[in-house]
């Protein structure tokens, strides 16, 4: 079937491993795959989020062991998937498509299968540029998200509100992007793909302090929210252990369905060492399912006036447009709010804490 074919797209999970090391097993065993198949002419592009030179150091040995040459008996590039999940004002045809090819060849037949489907095609100098510029775009959300997210620490302990912060610092009209703190960073890119940077440059020798400190920064978070929790049930004279937690919101952000890497779980798993009842709501994820390194086996509860007055505190880690927070401020003991949420509640709300 593969022989049918003329372009072969690569788009496998890069997950890491247990040490924050790259696993590239999905990207190698199907690059095998592809290797029983490949004839000439074909054109194999990786769209994988990965390490600069995987495309030569990974996939051009494997496919070579045919016999055939890259460049010469068929053509090879790297073309990062762009996405980003619930946005409406995007779509695959509207993104700009990043191509890099292994030689001039390969780029010329990579950007020819691309602009078939793509408005707007960038070729660059090499597949490393390419994965390099898809790692720099997720590096560049992960360090300035770990940044607002040790701001928000600090000015919790100052008494300064950090989302007003930030909307103030927007005014500025150059100079500033915002990014907002939450519970942590979830999906399949931010949480992962700088470490396969980090995992490259020490081949280098070379340490990346602000990557590894950004993740240190975002993967303390769930705790920090537990913790945050903790001094507002001891305001009520509640102890954490023994409580009754809502977690509202599975997903790793607002109105979509996916849960990978989601600092909710997280959350569930911590809430539940210390030795909390925890459910969750989440009207995208009804149910959850098997991921590699976590199994909750829970059902999403019914979020009624009624349901939520059973949690001694409700804890929104995802902010969907779908909640009527006026209802669950109204009916919450204890609301931790780690979205500023709530900020569109009118009303009193002596019961919220941001965290």
Known sequence: MLRGCDALIICVPTPLSKTRDPDMTYVIKTTETIATQLRKGHLVSLESTTYPGTSKEVLKPILETTGLKAGKDFFLAFSPEREDPGRR???????????????????RVAVALYGQAIKNVVPVASCEVAEAAKILENVYRCVNIAMVNELKMLFDRMGIDVWEVIEAAKTKPFGFQAFYPGPGLGGHCIPIDPFYLTWKARQFGVSTRFIELAGEINTAMPEYVVEHTARALNERAKPLKGSKI???GLAYKKNI??????????????????GCKVDYNDPYIPTTHKQREHDLRM????????????????????????????????????????????VRVKGPKKNVYKS
């Open 89 to 107: 004002d995007f779509t695959t045809e509207t993104i700009t498509k990043l191509v890099g090819g292994y030689d001039p060849a390969s780029l």
């Open 257 to 274: 369905d996916d849960i990978r890497e989601s600092p909710s779980i997280e959350l569930i798993e911590i809430f539940k060492k210390r």
């Open 299 to 342: 059902k999403s509860v019914p979020l009624t006036a009624a349901s939520i007055r059973k949690y001694d505190c409700v804890v929104i880690s995802t902010d969907h447009d779908c909640y009527d927070y006026g209802m669950i401020v109204r009916n919450a003991k204890v609301v931790v709010d780690t979205r500023n949420a709530c």
């Open 246 to 248: 809502l977690v509202l």
